[in-house]
């Protein structure tokens, strides 16, 4: 039985249907002439209303669901969901429109909260209008510009990221280089702007520096980002392992080409204190994953592979396809908690979000639908892995990840045919920061030709006003260069792959090189590599 | 040149376009991007032939068909807005669904008798002025324009049953049969006439705006 009210996602066979609708129905809100967003109608003058609703929408949050509702923003957060209008002349409102609240009109349109990159190289400003462009309103970042530093240090390099970022839309945390076998230098780094610590193997990544990193991490409930030893020249998997000495830890891409233990890093999914993450070129796996990243790999690591004795083959065990191959299965399974973009370093941060559901596609044509109703479930366990997700593990989730009441209004507004391709709008704390927008000359606000950009959060001071600083306890009342609300990072400690929404399967994942397999509870997780890539060719000029 | 951001955004719509041509002279079909581009370039360029506004945007539905572009595009695209430079200046040119749909949709059709959305309560009403006279689905029926004649007291606390954002138009010296359902909520009246401003259920609510309505000349009260 088709669905009649199933929304189909862009060009790919993800559909969603909306398990309650409050939108439709002949108390419904539209805006214009004549319809019944007016005063006294669906309006009603004085004696409260929200700030900021955005009408008519169909919720996609990885904690709510799908959900046909309005949402009700004031002070920048969300305050209420539910039906839109005037509760003195209609019934069940739960977000009340007043004569002076601001109307965004969603409907027709796929709402969800702002995407979370928890990985970015911000190896320059560029980083961050691809990203925005991309539906993120929150990056956890390191480095501050063309500089290969693995973490944001040292505090003047700090100070002046918090200066540049009151200029910049989005929410910012900032991981310091904690590949250090002392504190001083940490600590004094996340005093002074930090929210996290880093680990890479670029810098060290051997059992000094994840001990001493994860005694800072529990006095300061921060999170530790790692990607650890692949060289495997201090220590191997279980070594580091047996380093984290049952506390957790984000690990970064999984997979393992993007760095770790090779050539079984794998084998840390499935683990209940591991959280994992995966970066966007390998997700979902496809046919030319392989080549590039023998590429890339050189590129972004300094590697000379036919002229310096060993870069050949450290580039061989890094680089493998059969562990390419199982990521986007353990994704699918709820194993791997994340996605991110390991921007500029190794991937694409305009990617995150579209990746996550091309991967969650690709998934559906190779091993059929899910139960129903319609993909949501699937959806809503991709869509966890580039907003709730990272947001629970890096401390971030009183204030965003999700469209829960309380959360701050980071928003992003899809028309279902351009979904995770092109946005519509993006607001920041209920205000629009970026989107699609014609020629300014034009009579109309859609002539052609359309691109997206700053809206005006994103000008002047107001992205200071709209956008969070996200710090550790140890810097929230530090001296920073930033006119920012500061938020405290908090949760990061007792995390376990149990608090991982809509991904909390745990498991053995083994990795036999010999066989060129991994198996996942001793099944094998080997993907085909993707036939029809949604999201992509039939939508981008290039 | 001393271009203006208008002339720098018809390039950018022309870099598109050609890279669209191009693609599409090797024989490759269009994607969403490349399809907007091509119809708007060769739209805008049609405008600049001399042609007139109607064959310009009729020019807009016959650039390309399904078979020109990738699979789900004439889904993906909906409506394009463009700008053309006439000879009496720049014009807005709506496109609807241009690669699926042949021509312009028509102004013309018939949609004169509004779907009403449960039988409610008939009411007859007559425009006694010489304007057109639209109720839409949440406006308080009692209050309508003075110069509607109808049992204004049969109209209490009511409004249109029809679905929100329908209009029903009613041509000046016409009479015109609607149904009507009560208000939900918390049955409060703000704004609409100004004949209530306030609860429909307190006592001598009715009365009072009865009053009031003959006061101001409303035909029926």
Known sequence: MPDPAAVRLGDSDLWITPECDVVSGPDEIIAGWGNTMRDGLGVRAGRGGVDVAVVGGLVLDPVLGVWATSIGISDGRIVCLGRAGNPDTMDGIGVVLDTGTAVFDARGLVVTPGGIDCHVHLLSPQVCDAGLAAGLTTLVTQDFGPVWNLGTNPPEAEAMMWAAFDAIPVNLAMLVRASSARPGPVERALAHGGAGLKIHEDVGAGPEQIRCALDIADRHDVQLAIHTDGLNEALSLEDTHAAFAGRTVHAYHIEGVGGGHAPNLLELAGRDRVLTSSTTPTVPFGAGAEAEHLAMTAAVHVLEPGTRTGDDEILRHRVREWTMAAESMLHDRGVIHMLSSDSQGMGRIGEVVRRAFQCADAMKAQDGAEPGPADNERVLRYLAKVTINPAITHGLAADVGSLEVGKLADLVLWTPELFAVRPELILKAGMPAWGSSGDGDGSTMMAEPVTVGPQFAAIGSAPAQTSLAFLARASLDAELPTRRRRARVQGCRDLTAADMVRNTRTGTVSVDAAAREVRLDGEPMRARPVERLAFSGSYLLG | ?221
């Not at chain 2, 049609?46 to 807009?60: K, N, P, Q, T």
């Not at chain 2, 013309?108 to 008798?113: F, G, K, L, V, W």
């Not at chain 2, 509607?148 to 009613?170: E, H, N, S, T, Y």
Request: charged residues 25%; proline residues 6%.
């Open chain 2, 1 to 221: 040149m001393r271009l203006l951001p208008r002339e720098q955004n018809r390039l950018q719509v022309f870099a598109a376009a050609e890279l669209a041509r191009r693609r599409r002279a090797r024989g490759l079909l269009l994607s969403q991007a490349e399809a907007v581009a091509l119809i708007t370039d060769e739209v805008m360029e049609a405008a600049r032939d001399g042609l007139d506004y109607a064959a310009v945007e009729l020019r807009g539905y016959e650039i390309l068909s399904a078979a020109d572009v990738l699979e789900d595009v004439p889904r993906l695209i909906g409506r394009i807005e463009l700008e053309a430079l006439f000879a009496d200046g720049h014009r807005l040119i709506v496109l609807h669904d241009p690669i699926t749909n042949g021509r312009p949709p028509s102004l013309d059709a018939d949609m004169a008798e509004p779907q009403w959305l449960e039988d409610g309560t008939p009411l007859q009403l007559a425009n006694t002025s010489d304007v057109p006279i639209a109720l839409t689905s949440h406006f308080h029926v009692f209050e309508a324009n003075r110069r509607l004649k109808f049992d204004r007291r049969a109209a209490w606390g009511l409004r249109l049953a029809v679905a929100p954002g329908v209009k029903v138009v009613i041509e000046p010296g016409r009479t015109c049969e609607v149904r009507l359902v009560p208000f939900g909520g918390a049955r409060v009246v703000r704004g609409h006439g100004g004949l209530v401003d306030g609860p429909l259920d307190a006592p001598g609510a009715l009365e009072a705006a009865m009053a009031l309505a003959r006061e101001r000349g409303y035909e029926g009260a």
